[in-house]
């Protein structure tokens, strides 16, 4: 059914990350698929101020914080070391979450989401926008 599943997820948001991972690995045992979980760390305009001037270090610690969150969850999910990777990138969520799904060429995209509220319809959230304009299907979990 599916050969490669895309978890975008949040690591500072445990309760969606960790509902999120459970359906994609429930797919993924089902399927013997893949999972390719994704983190995006959001270019804010101190980052991008800091990367100006220099400072890579910033970018270098962020970068290095989230490969050690991401390292401790993936020693969490029951499958086998070889079915599991992942990507961490800075940039738009929405975007980067697509553009990997066309990078590894994922199946379907099993993204956490909270309910929606006023901010979200004023504004958007990054489910909404991957519901959107991804090219494969996309599970929304909440």
């Known amino acids: ?17 960790s509902k999120a991972v459970r359906h ?15 983190h995006v760390l959001p270019i804010s305009s ?9 400072y890579m270090e910033i970018k270098d610690r962020a970068t290095v914080k989230a490969e050690n969150d991401m390292k401790i969850l993936m020693d969490t999910i029951d499958l086998p070391v070889d079915k599991i990777s992942y990507t961490i990138t800075f940039g738009s969520p929405r975007d980067e979450i697509i553009n990997t799904a066309k990078d590894v060429d994922a199946d379907i995209i099993v993204i956490g989401s909270r309910r929606p509220n006023i901010s979200t319809h004023l504004l958007g959230s990054t489910a909404a926008g991957v519901v959107r304009y991804a090219e494969s299907s996309v599970l929304v979990v909440r």
Not at 4 to 17: R, S
């Open 46 to 54: 101190a980052i991008i101020n800091a990367y100006a001037l220099g």
């Open 24 to 38: 994609a690995l429930n797919l993924a045992k089902q399927s013997g698929a893949n999972l390719h979980l994704i």
């Open 1 to 17: 059914m599916y050969t490669t599943i895309l978890v975008p997820i949040d690591l500072t948001e445990d309760e969606l990350t």
